[in-house]
């Protein structure tokens, strides 16, 4: 094998690696986006959920008697 070849792959395997490793760091990326987007929702879900209780105790506590 002549010496422009070795080269020729060393440069082909460190450009897949290079890929490799962008796709990778891409798909990592996508994750964590999901992630922080499906805490959000649970947090607003929670933060609704705790608003309508705090709206029915309130309610509750108008109507006649009531302790």
């Known amino acids: ?3 422009w070849q ?3 792959y060393g440069f082909a395997a460190l450009w897949a690696l290079r890929s490799l490793a962008g796709l990778m760091t891409a798909h990592r990326r996508k994750l964590q986006r999901a992630i922080e987007e499906r ?3 649970i947090r ?3 933060a609704r959920l705790e608003a309508e ?3 029915a105790a309130k309610r509750k506590s108008r109507r006649k008697g009531a302790a």
């Open 1 to 3: 094998m002549d010496v």
């Open 6 to 8: 070795i080269v020729l």
């Open 39 to 41: 805490d959000e929702a």
């Open 44 to 46: 607003q879900e929670q």
């Open 53 to 55: 209780a705090a709206a």
